[in-house]
């Protein structure tokens, strides 16, 4: 009878030991509810097949692979294994109460399945352990009763050994449902730890290789040493930064060197110095250093262990911060020339009353005196008028007053100029086309310093032209912007003043103040617009005011 137990419980944990064989950690569970189900099936047939007696009762642990593969397998796998255990044993009942006995524990065993399989899958390793001892033991109870029922009716005792028989019976049972959920939930607790390790593996490979490709194109040098202090990471621009380009040609080729070994002249004492004092865990500062010129600034940084806290490298950073002084020397001078201009501003305000009361008194004088002066104060007139005409320019460029914006149409605008402009030009002989754009959206924008902007650059396009010259004002609205394009027929304007056009008091003519354009440009950004000039020596000159359309409704009332 041991032999027939031993073979029965061998057979019934067959499901359990053919998963052990199956599981591969890169396939995981894919799959596993179909093959335990197929398995346990396997072991269902093996253990009818060797069922052996106890007191002329057949004993087999067919109940184990039908649990264990209902509970793992699910719903499904129940159904299956159940009819296939229903058909197995259908053939071999021999009587109404052996067919009565078995119909009870086929019902209790489904009924008892289908309350436990939903727990069973959402419970914990433990919890899995403990569902499935209590399930068995409530079958085996069951199976013990009905055992105990049909042996009184056929009126065979209880012997010594067939208890034995039994509890043997129930032990193997028992112990083989333990085994099979402790093997198979130790084969997924080391299936999720493998998961996660790749997961983590996974992560931190990502990390690690943004962190490099960082490096690598970061604008600061970098070189990061090992605790025997060996090279195991150098940047492009490290390579060039620390001079090692006439000795290595590649960062490859300086990977487990020693850093003091591949430093060369110029800067490389004092890298070695830096990085012996990060090895050494001391904090280095920041070390400036002038060379060829630039101002770098060259620091150390301790790597640790973030467990024991022991040293286990060193990274060397040097910056090129010429730009950045020379930035913050130009911001000085900025914030100067800003505080010359305020002061300017308010001095040449000032100035406008004392020559406003000279130009009466010149007037005035001018009335009383003989003929033959009168071209001299005429003179003295104009260049009066000049100087304000400066001053009230200057002023309009540096003053920072608020605008008042209303929603309108730059063709109305333009409109407005056309017949002031239609009568310049007929004076200097020349002709105006305006071609308006009906699709034109409206713009937030100041009326007075829109028109201004677009008379100054008019009449610079009027004066660069000879007679019969033709300017031509045109709007339009591309790619989300209002384009206004203002072109002349006159002389170009060339190269080498083209990048001067905009700067203040730059200018051409005799009588220029060199603040049109400086003014014009000025009202532009205020209107959250720009001004782009094309223009060919002996082709004209074209002007092209735009307005982005998010830009200008948003644009800020002070500039």
Aim: net charge negative; glycine share 8%.
């Amino acid at each position: 009878m041991l032999k027939d137990l031993l073979l029965q419980f061998f057979l019934s944990v067959l499901p359990v030991f053919a998963f052990l064989l199956w599981h591969d950690k890169e396939r995981g569970w894919n799959g596993f509810r179909p093959f335990i189900a197929i398995t346990s099936g396997l072991s269902i047939v093996l253990c009818l097949l060797t069922t052996s007696s106890v007191n002329e009762y057949e004993v087999d642990f067919r109940i184990i692979p039908l649990l264990i593969g209902s509970l793992y397998g699910g719903y499904r796998a129940m159904i299956a294994l159940t009819v296939l255990h229903t058909a197995l044993r259908i053939p071999t009942l021999s009587s109404l109460e052996e067919t009565f006995s078995f119909v009870v524990f086929l019902c209790f065993t489904v009924l008892l399945l289908l309350l436990a399989i939903g727990r069973f899958q959402r419970a914990s390793s433990i919890r899995r352990e403990r569902i499935g001892l209590f399930v068995i033991f409530l079958q085996l109870l069951v199976t013990t009763i009905i055992m105990s029922v049909l042996l009184v009716r056929d009126g065979i005792p209880w012997t010594l050994s067939a208890a034995l028989d039994v509890l043997m019976a129930v032990a193997g049972m028992l112990l083989a449902i333990w085994l099979s959920i402790y093997i198979i939930e130790g084969i997924k607790e080391k299936q999720q730890l493998h998961n996660k390790v790749n997961q983590l593996s996974t992560s931190y490979r990502n990390e690690v290789e943004k962190l490099q490709q960082f490096i690598d194109i970061a604008p600061i040098a970098v070189m990061i040493i090992d605790r025997d202090g060996r090279i195991t990471h150098v940047n492009d621009e490290g390579l060039r930064r620390f001079h090692l380009t006439d000795t290595y040609k590649s960062v490859d080729d300086l990977k487990k060197k020693r850093y003091d070994y591949v430093f060369q002249e110029s800067a490389g004492g004092m890298c070695v110095n830096l990085l012996e004092r990060g090895l050494q865990g001391i904090p280095s500062g920041t070390v400036p250093h002038m060379e060829e010129g630039k101002m770098l600034l060259y620091s150390s940084v301790t790597l640790r262990d973030e467990g024991n806290l022991e040293v286990t490298g060193a990274a060397l950073i040097a910056q090129d911060i010429t730009e950045l002084s020379v930035l913050r020397d130009e911001i000085g001078r900025m914030e100067r020339l800003s505080l010359v201009g305020q002061m300017a501003a308010s001095i040449t305000h000032e100035i406008r009353n004392p020559m406003a009361v000279i130009r009466g008194f010149v007037q005035l004088i001018q009335e009383r005196s003989p003929q033959a002066h009168r071209e001299y104060f005429r003179v003295i007139m104009e260049e009066l008028d000049r100087t304000n005409l400066i001053i009230s320019d200057f002023l309009s460029l540096a003053q920072n007053r608020e605008l008042e914006m209303e929603t309108a149409s730059l063709n109305a605008s333009i409109n407005d100029l056309a017949p002031l402009l239609l009568a310049d030009a007929n004076l200097r002989g020349q002709s105006l086309e305006v071609d308006i754009s009906e699709d034109l959206p409206p713009l937030k924008l100041n009326d007075r310093e829109i028109k201004q902007m677009l008379l100054n650059i008019a009449r610079n396009g009027m004066e660069a032209m000879g007679e019969k010259g033709v300017l031509r004002i045109r709007t339009a609205y591309e790619n989300g912007e209002i384009k206004v394009y203002i072109s002349d027929e006159g002389v170009g304007i060339p190269p080498d003043t083209m990048k001067s056009l905009f700067e203040p008091f730059f200018t051409t003519k005799t009588q220029g103040t060199g603040l049109g354009l400086p003014l014009c440009l000025s009202i532009a950004e205020r209107h959250g617009g720009r001004i782009d000039v094309q223009s060919a020596e002996g082709g004209g000159t074209t002007f092209i005011v735009s307005f982005n359309i998010l830009n200008a409704t948003g644009a800020h009332n002070t500039p």
